[in-house]
């Protein structure tokens, strides 16, 4: 069975019909083309999928799209402003903060987030709050300086 429901996604309104079990990740991916997020794991275990839902960094393979009505989801689309890279896209290519590059939507989604949060004050912070965001390229150095640069 089908449910009609509004989510606004990077800032615009989408009207569709879902089924109650459809995730967010799915919904963003498969529904709306956003292919941008990434589906890793699954199951809540390698943050490729994070996205932010009302500015909170979330895991969309964990969350159904049914839950985010009303609410306002950002993903790694709606982080520029026009040609203009978010401050924390710009300092992953500056630190050559990615290898493969699977990871990087969520890693700085999840930064995004944890900027917002105002708890990131030392690198050590960074490192433990960034904690469930794999890179599988062992990117973290860099990731790390990314971060720490605008987090600081
Ligand atoms: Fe969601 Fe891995 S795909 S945490």
Redo the contacts with the bound molecule.
């Keep these: 069975e089908r449910h009609p429901l509004t989510i606004t996604v990077n800032g615009r309104e989408h009207t569709l019909e879902l089924e109650a079990w459809v995730t967010l ?1 799915d919904l963003l991916r498969e529904r709306l083309g956003l292919t941008g997020t ?13 996205v932010l839902v009302d500015g909170r960094r979330i ?4 969350t159904l799209a049914v839950m985010q009505v009303g609410r306002s989801v950002t993903t790694i689309e709606g982080l520029a402003d026009g040609d203009k890279l978010h401050p924390l896209q710009q300092a992953f290519v500056e630190h050559d903060a990615f290898q493969c590059g699977y990871c990087t939507p969520g890693q700085i989604c999840s930064a995004v987030g944890l900027i917002n949060e105002g708890q990131a004050k030392c690198s050590a912070e960074v490192r433990e709050l960034m904690s469930g965001n794999v890179c599988r390229c062992g990117a973290y150095p860099q990731i790390l300086r990314a971060v720490s640069q605008v987090a600081g």
């Design positions: 990740l990434k589906k890793g794991c699954d199951q809540g275990q390698c943050g490729a999928c994070t895991n969309s393979c964990l």
